[in-house]
């Protein structure tokens, strides 16, 4: 499965094109089962230069949606989390961020601040 899958992006930053390997990839079981986890990609970044905005978007717009393309190396997302005093508080908003778009894939509504 995806201990095969190499995670690097390409991007071109100032001309020169750049190889990106992410900070971390995290498991998160955001419902679908533990047979069928989000591959979270996980960037920590304390000072963002133009070379980290193009290192977020060769995820963001080629390699997430691509790999997603493929169906064959499970599900993935990507975050960058940029302040340092922030950073549960920003996980935490973007698992419940990608959660929120599976439920939309899923067709059901769903609002975070329900109760059941």
């Known amino acids: 499965m995806s201990a095969f899958l190499p995670v690097s992006s390409s991007s071109v930053w100032q001309g020169e094109q750049k190889t ?3 900070d971390f990839i995290l498991l998160v079981d955001d419902g679908h089962g533990a047979d069928d986890p989000l ?4 960037e920590i ?3 963002r230069g133009e070379d980290a905005k193009a ?3 060769a995820m963001e717009v080629f390699w997430i949606p691509g790999v997603n393309r493929l169906k064959s190396y499970g599900r993935w997302a990507f975050m960058e989390l940029k302040e ?3 950073i549960e508080s920003e996980f935490e908003a973007g698992v419940e961020a990608e959660f ?7 067709g059901g509504l769903y609002n975070k601040d329900a109760t059941v």
Request: net charge positive; no cysteine.
């Open 55 to 57: 290192k977020k978007e």
């Open 84 to 86: 340092v005093y922030k």
């Open 45 to 47: 970044k304390g000072r």
């Open 20 to 22: 990106y390997l992410p």
């Open 100 to 106: 929120g778009k599976m439920m939309q894939k899923a």
């Open 39 to 42: 591959h979270l990609v996980v």
